[in-house]
């Protein structure tokens, strides 16, 4: 298992709405909102619109009642490290960049503050929907154990008919805070901190202080907390940790569709990107 790297404290004013929001039990949240098969948007925002959109979801008078946070243990925000697996080619990124039907990712999630560690396989479904299926690691156990690979062969035949790569190997690690806010069908992450590292080249860079990474994740439809952000002017990034942190990490890779968001992400590495234009897809 590679080893996780602390992402810094979040901020204190991105903190505060989080703090200020009414607990919900990760067995709640399994039950109100487990959404293993969903649509994901993602927004990179501003923590002055972030620390809005919490104070809005979260506010008490909510029609339909407040969002809520998940709390454990008495903490909302978590340490999450996570291990992208690919193969020496880059196949899940190269898929993902041409777009394809029959695309996944594959990574192993540890929950550094409860020490729980799930391998998770992230298919695509025939609406375009994010299907994710998991499986506890223990132990040294890793997914490139026979196990594990026996798993990932059956959920790729079952969902697209087709085999699993023949090798796989670590290719990035990520390593952030998250805090999770829940209603009834419905989720909003968010997360900071955000470091990404190349396994393979060592080289690492570091999502901007000023940004928080937020994803809704329902069963389709437009939330609220989409409609709040398009109102103030954020739009969904096309953006993903993994082929985003990639593209900025290995600019001569064809990225260009996640570029854009990638400079923005990684202020500090934008100058060594490519413009995004004239990318071969």
């Excluded at 002055?48 to 998940?70: E, M, S």
């Excluded at 690492?204 to 939330?223: I, Q, R, Y």
Aim: with cysteine; aromatic share 8%.
């Amino acid at each position: 298992m590679t080893t996780p790297v602390a992402p810094p404290p979040e901020p204190a004013a991105v903190s505060g709405p989080i703090q200020g929001a009414r607990p919900i039990s990760l067995a709640e949240v399994n039950e109100r909102s487990a959404l293993l098969a969903r649509i994901d948007r993602c927004y990179l925002v501003p923590a002055t619109v972030f620390t809005a959109l919490a104070a809005h979801l979260t506010a008490p008078d909510r029609p339909g009642g407040p969002f809520r946070a998940l709390t454990i243990d008495g903490r909302r925000w978590f340490r999450y490290h996570s291990v992208y697996y690919d193969t020496p080619g880059l196949r899940s990124f190269h898929d993902h960049r041409q777009g394809r039907r029959l695309r996944f990712k594959i990574r192993e999630r540890v929950y550094q503050d409860s020490g729980e560690r799930q391998f998770e396989i992230k298919l695509k479904g025939g609406r375009g929907e994010t299907v994710k299926q998991r499986c506890p690691l223990t132990g040294a156990a890793t997914p490139l154990d026979a196990p594990f690979r026996a798993f990932l062969a059956d959920a790729l035949e079952r969902a697209y008919g087709i085999e699993p790569p023949a090798e796989l190997r670590p290719s990035l690690t990520t390593d952030y805070r998250r805090a999770t806010l829940v209603a009834d069908g419905e989720r909003v992450t968010c997360d900071t901190g955000l470091i990404c590292r190349d396994v393979p080249l060592g080289a690492a860079v570091h999502c901007d202080s000023d940004l928080v990474l937020v994803e809704t994740k329902t069963a389709g439809h437009l939330t609220e907390a989409d409609h709040f952000l398009h109102a103030h002017g954020v739009r969904p990034a096309v953006f993903t940790k993994y082929c985003g942190a990639l593209a900025a990490l290995r600019p001569a890779l064809p990225g260009n569709r996640w570029r854009r968001a990638a400079r923005r992400a990684f202020p500090r590495w934008a100058g060594a990107l490519p413009a995004p234009c004239g990318d071969v897809r």
